[in-house]
């Protein structure tokens, strides 16, 4: 067999000599081919690539391989995401940094320098491992979010939201890294989700003005208490002020929470009655009766400030819920984005104004919370606690479990926390991003009109600077007070206004820049310390990877928005988004047309890939192993191409080469073999669509009619990028081509069907519609697996008589054509042919198959042998057209005999159908069961008593009338067809649908048997030839020898003599050993089991058979002659006696023809 992977190298090996990849591109540019725009998303290469990386690549490359074969120019450019968390933080790691004040005293230009060092540290394995995949993509003509020109147009598409007035500066509470000192996205927010058990505590706030009251309010995160700036309830929910009675304290919380005052509420012993021992309820009201009230602090850090006037007060919000807690909501709005905003609402803070924040970058306690200053916001919980409890506010005291929000890098626990950002108005443009949107078509749809259509209408402002180092820095100026800003697009606009010209725009060049100020001469504006958050760059990669509008303004603008863009389901909120905001903010068009959305690709376990784990193959093995063609395949047939889920296995990947690439190369090979031999008679094989388009063979008809559906069917798919349907599609195919087309005609092929010349005129029709087929779908499945289509459009272009064009360079030139074209991805997809679409045929030739696959399983039912044959076979159709019955009765009744090993068959007319099956109707309660309702149960009584001859009347009307209800036969009733005949011999199945039955007549008498051992002695003499080496045109001569008085083997021929005759046509019929001459040279010889008996059977190669009145030397003589070289008379002389036999009467030519004109054996008379 081929070895797919190391057959996959060469092809490589000579795509990167000959330039195929930029051929075709040339070719492309030459015929001026429409443009197709593609967008790669840049990944980091600071990590190898995995299989998520893999599965997205092969997408891209699938549709990207079809566009350019489709008659499209297509740009495949890579790119490379360099800035960012995931390159600090590795460098981070590598210096032991721990805080920002380290990167300052080592120097930015040298804590960048190192981050660029690192930034390209894979690029080389990216290309090598991409490359091996088989996708074509410009790794020399790459771009980088780090080069000039790059970070130039970034700072153009920031300018142009400034100048829109989307651009503003403000507080935002943000997940953020204590580890890494920087704010995350909500998106990095969410990658890295921990079960953990965190302290809950519920603490009293005294209401100003009432005595011994106070509001309870619950907290998992009790280091948020020392910044409480205001309590908050929801406006409607009720709210009762109780007396405890075990604790003699009064609280305000929600009626519906007693539950966590008093936690017997929820158990199954409780009752109502209970509570007069536990609480009374003195007062009920709902929130916003307690809106205004104020209440003591429960630390005083913030109390004596002048803003402290707004402090301490009650909110209300319908945020607030009673699933958990008390119903009353501590804010602390530096800590809670929630927090924020209704303080923000309620005038407890305002917009710019400094807000109280006692934690530093790092996450530690600053002043004025002395008590647990420099210590970690997660680990101060206790001595906060602590504190609580000892000034009598701590009411209840417990842990909780529960899922919360780790640093996807660090793995240390987030927390939520105020930073000053710049922000983008996404809000402001939300309707026009939304409306945008409507404009993309996704796959799977689900993703874009739900999943994406639900983030995008709730986005929010989109913080986009980080405080962080290497990254491409914001172009904002500013005065010291903030109130004279200019925001620089370009690198002129900065000489022109500081006088300085730069080369690149990271910080270590560009910090150092000022602006003298036009609002205060003699002053400077100097650049803000913040960079952009690497997903503003991402999104800017349309316009930046063409340094756009600088150059390329014609070609971007042609080509905008993109045709087609592809990523995994995470980019939702990620790259997607991005892309989708900023081309709303410039242009207010979506970035791109078309995007498929892949799953993920989990271990086989079904949890997340991990390289600590080892719960996957490396990639690079399961290619070597299996071949990058048979992992394309795999990831493209599953459902993570429907932005479902695949657990990865590698025994999926196998599967592919087993049940698709091996039989498909075997029908190859197949058809060069024929060809070689079909040739080597003298006949020159030279490809004609005329002898194809006149071929009158039913399997010839369909299976070219099936190629012309399959072409038509991709068409039609891949114009809706709908590659889970595409690839289903193109596995059935080769199936039927393999298992059904090849396997009926495999005789005919090696032209053994027929007598003569007709013989290999019917093996020339038949080889001609399979290169056809096999041309055809070697250039349709080339985008999919372009190594192995490659490997068989080398073999199969020689045949082509435009091959001798590819000569001198002519194989890489326009005009393109298979033969000529030195590649398939030269080549254009085949266009389908209406002319030889033909569902009569596919109709009919599925027909055939269920039959066939009906008549197997009624054989494994009696454990009947493929090789023991059958009588009959019996086929009961509803409602079968006239094409079907003609066709499986016609010319491919043969096939079908031939296929289950039977005697005969024959359908069974419909008007006597009653007399084989009883039809049966019973209701579709998935559509019956919404409509009736009640009366369901009397109609289904209805329905289960209906007779035979009912249900032929009912689906004959159309429609079954009970009382008031009218039913649908076609859509609302399921008609399934039961075997009914008598008979202990008939063996019956129907299909799954009920719609064929199947019955086999199973009588096993003396002329079956001997049938079925006939053919287990022809299989065992096949065997024997090909261990021997054989050719189909090496004629032998065949002697089977049984022990004393056993004769299985000779009874079995002597029956079946016309079958062994059909089937050697190129060699003798088997005869005794005791017939076979002295001299018979035994080319291959085995002892086997025919009918339980043991047999030696032996291959000879073909000798005269002679008279026994000849004498010695006249015997030894003859043996040396070659049976193929005598005819007639022979006349020769030895040692002066002169000797003149003749043929038929002094020898024969085998010892099958002299047993037949000595009259050696009864049965051959």
């Known amino acids: 067999n081929l070895n797919f992977a190391a057959t996959e190298e060469e092809i490589c090996a000579r795509w990167a000599k000959e330039g195929t ?74 210096l032991n940094i721990t805080h920002r004040d380290q990167v300052l005293e080592m120097g930015i230009d040298k804590y960048n320098e190192t981050c660029r060092s690192i930034v390209t540290r894979y690029t080389k394995e990216w290309e090598e491992t991409v490359t091996r995949l088989g996708r074509w993509i410009d790794f020399e003509n790459d771009y980088k979010t780090m080069d000039p020109t790059f970070m130039e147009s970034v700072w153009w598409v920031f300018g142009q939201l400034y100048e829109k007035g989307l651009v503003y500066q403000g507080y935002k509470v943000m997940p953020y890294s204590t580890a890494c000192t920087t704010p995350l996205s909500n998106f990095e927010a969410g990658l890295n989700y921990k079960d953990v058990r965190d302290p809950a505590v519920v603490v009293s706030f005294p209401v100003v003005g009432e005595t011994d009251v106070s509001f309870v309010a619950w907290t998992t995160t009790p280091w948020t208490l020392p910044s409480n700036l205001a309590l908050c309830v929801h406006p409607e929910m009720e709210y009762v002020k109780i007396f405890d009675k075990k604790s003699d304290k009064k609280y305000y919380l929600a009626k519906s929470r007693l539950s966590q005052l008093f936690p017997v509420i929820n158990s199954k012993k409780w009752k109502p009655a209970m509570a007069a021992d536990l609480y009374e309820i003195q007062e009920t009201l709902v929130g916003k009766d307690l809106v205004g009230k104020r209440y003591e602090p429960i630390f005083g850090f913030f109390a004596d400030t002048p803003e402290a006037k707004n402090y301490f007060r009650v909110l209300s919000d319908t945020y607030v819920t009673d699933d958990a807690g008390t119903g009353i909501v501590h804010q602390a709005p530096a800590f809670g984005e929630d927090d924020y905003r209704v303080c923000l609402a309620n005038g407890v803070i305002s917009k710019g104004d400094e807000i109280p924040c006692p934690v530093d970058a790092s996450g530690l306690f600053t002043d004025p919370v002395e008590p647990v200053k420099g210590i970690h916001v997660k680990e101060a919980d206790g001595k906060l606690i602590q504190l609580i409890k000892e000034s009598g506010r701590l009411v209840q005291k417990d842990n909780l479990d529960h899922s919360y929000p780790f640093c996807w890098r660090s793995d240390t626990p987030l927390i939520y926390k105020a930073v000053p950002s710049w922000f983008v108005k996404v809000e402001e443009i939300r309707d026009k991003i939304v409306a945008n949107n409507k404009l993309t078509y996704w796959v799977p749809s689900t993703v874009g009109e739900g999943r994406f259509h639900a983030w995008l209408k709730d986005a929010r402002d989109w913080a986009v600077s980080r405080n962080r180092f290497w990254g491409t820095p914001l172009p904002i100026w500013a005065s010291e007070d903030m109130t004279e800003i200019v925001c620089i697009s370009s690198i002129d606009q900065l000489e022109e206004l500081s006088g300085v010209r730069v080369d690149d725009l990271h910080r270590e060049t560009v910090d150092q820049i000022t602006i003298p100020s036009k609002n205060n001469p003699g002053t400077v504006l100097k650049r803000v310390d913040e960079v952009f958050d690497c997903w503003f760059e991402s999104g800017s990669m349309p316009y930046a990877q063409q340094h756009y509008p600088f150059e390329n303004k014609e070609t971007f603008e042609k080509g905008f928005p993109a045709d087609f863009i592809a990523e995994g389901l995470d980019q939702t909120r990620g790259w997607f988004y991005t892309l989708m905001v900023l081309s709303t903010a410039l242009f207010d068009k979506p970035a791109f047309k078309n995007l498929i959305c892949n799953g993920l690709v989990l271990a086989s376990d079904g949890k997340k890939m991990s390289k600590r784990l080892k719960n996957y193959p490396d990639p690079k093995l399961v290619i070597n192993q299996y071949g990058a063609d048979a992992l394309r395949m795999y990831l493209i047939n599953s459902p993570v191409v ?41 006949c020159k094989f030279v490809p004609s669509i005329e002898k194809v388009r006149a071929t009158t063979n039913a399997t010839d008809i369909w299976i070219s009619a099936a190629t012309q559906g399959l072409i038509k069917f991709v068409h039609e798919e891949m114009a809706a990028y709908r590659l889970y349907t595409v690839m289903p599609a193109l596995v059935t195919f080769v199936t039927q081509l393999t298992n059904w087309y090849v396997r009926l005609n495999r005789d005919r092929l090696k032209g053994m069907e027929g007598e003569g010349g007709k013989a290999e005129d019917e093996a020339e029709t038949g080889l001609q519609v399979l290169y056809d087929v096999l041309l055809d779908v070697t250039i349709l499945m080339g985008p999919f697996t372009p190594f192995v289509t490659e490997y068989f459009y080398q073999h199969l272009r020689k045949l082509q008589p435009s091959y001798e064009d590819a000569m001198g360079g002519g194989g890489a030139k326009n005009p393109v054509m298979p033969g000529k074209s030195d590649s398939v991805h030269f080549l254009k997809l085949p266009s389908y042919d209406d002319t030889r679409l033909n569902s009569e045929a596919v109709e009919a030739m599925e027909a055939l198959q269920s039959v066939v696959e009906q008549a197997r399983i009624i054989r494994e039912k009696r454990n009947i042998s493929l090789r023991t044959p059958i009588k009959s076979v019996v086929a009961i159709f509803r409602d079968p057209s006239d094409t079907v019955i003609n066709g499986i009765t016609g010319p491919l009744k043969k096939y079908i005999l031939s296929e289950v090993n039977a005697w005969d068959f024959h359908v069974v007319p419909t008007n006597m159908a009653h007399e084989w099956i009883t039809l049966s109707l019973t209701p579709d309660f998935s559509i019956l069961g919404r409509k009736l309702g009640k009366k369901m149960k009397a109609v289904q009584a209805h329905i289960s008593k209906m007779t035979h001859e009912d249900a032929v009347d009912c689906l004959k009307n159309g429609e079954l009338v009970i009382d008031d209800v009218t039913i649908d036969a076609t859509s609302e009733l399921i008609a399934k067809y039961s075997f009914s005949r008598e008979g202990d011999h008939w063996e019956a199945t129907s299909t799954p649908h009920g719609s064929l ?73 088997p005869v005794p050993k005791r017939l076979a001459p002295p001299e018979t040279v035994v080319l291959r010889s085995d002892t086997v089991d025919v009918g339980g008996s043991n047999v030696v059977v032996s291959i000879c190669r073909p000798s005269l058979s002679v008279s026994s009145d000849l004498d010695v030397l006249a015997v030894n003589y003859m043996s040396t002659l070659d049976p193929e070289n005598v005819n007639g008379s022979i006349t020769f002389s030895i040692d002066g006696k002169t000797y003149d036999l003749q043929e038929g009467k002094d020898y024969w030519k085998s010892a099958f023809a002299k047993a037949v004109a000595t009259e050696a054996l009864d049965w051959l008379n």
């Not at 040339?26 to 790669?40: A, N």
């Not at 657990?647 to 087993?658: D, N």
């Not at 197949?670 to 060809?675: H, I, K, S, Y």
């Open 642 to 682: 429907r932005a479902e889920p695949l657990k990865f296995q590698e025994s999926g990947v196998l599967g592919v080469v087993k049940e698709v690439f091996l039989p498909w190369y075997n029908a190859f090979r197949f058809f060069l073999q024929n060809v070689e031999r079909h040739e080597a008679r003298g």
């Open 997 to 1069: 039955v199947v019955a086999v007549d199973t009588t096993q008498d003396e002329a079956i048997l001997s049938a079925g051992k006939a053919r287990e002695l022809m299989n065992h003499i096949q065997q024997l030839r090909k261990s021997a080496g054989l050719d189909l045109s090496d004629v032998v001569e065949v002697f089977f020898e049984e022990g004393a008085d056993v004769n299985s083997a000779e009874t079995a021929v002597a029956m079946n003599l016309p079958l062994f005759q059909a089937k050697f046509k190129r060699g003798a019929i």
């Open 21 to 94: 990849f930029k051929t075709q591109d040339l070719l492309s540019q030459e015929r001026g081919d429409e443009i197709f725009t593609f967008y790669d998303g840049p990944p980091f290469a600071t990590g190898l690539p995995h299989y998520g990386h893999i599965l997205a690549g092969t997408i891209k490359d699938t549709v990207t391989r079809y566009a350019c074969m489709s008659g499209k120019s297509v740009e495949r450019r890579a790119g490379w995401d360099c800035h960012g968390l995931p390159v600090e933080y590795e460098i981070d790691q590598k």
